[in-house]
Nanobody
Framework: QVRLVESGGGLVQPGGSLRLSCAAS????????MYWVRQASGKGLEWVSS???????TKYADSVKGRFTISRDNAEDTLYLQMNSLRPEDTAHYC????????????????WGQGTQVTVSS
């Protein structure tokens, strides 16, 4: 049974940092691309970042480029999202996800975690 469990969210002031984690189980983590997606209250899903199986290829939404860093530890079956210079507009529910087919769009993600809330506010 595939399981993705996020942690690390919370309340942070603008300009602050948070590191999200996503613990994976039930599949061969090192075989799958991984993704971070977020959803702000009242808005649709927004793709944030992707990482390939070995962590050598990463992609970012323009809204987070230069501030967020995605990474993975295949020995620990864990995905990370380091978020720096946080802005109020980064406030959202953040989920990790994975797909069997590499590098696909949100609509084709196969498994999702429950997510963790990030709130950026003074």
């Amino acid at each position: 049974q595939v399981r993705l469990v996020e942690s690390g969210g919370g309340l942070v002031q603008p300009g602050g940092s948070l590191r999200l984690s996503c613990a994976a189980s039930g599949f061969t983590f090192s075989d799958n691309w991984m993704y971070w997606v977020r959803q702000a209250s009242g808005k649709g899903l927004e793709w944030v970042s992707s990482i390939n199986t070995v962590g050598a290829r990463t992609k970012y939404a323009d809204s987070v480029k230069g501030r967020f860093t995605i990474s993975r530890d295949n020995a620990e079956d864990t995905l990370y999202l380091q978020m720096n210079s946080l802005r109020p507009e980064d406030t959202a529910h953040y989920c990790c996800a994975t797909s069997v087919v590499p590098d696909v769009a949100i609509e084709e993600y196969d498994y999702w975690g429950q997510g963790t809330q990030v709130t950026v506010s003074s």
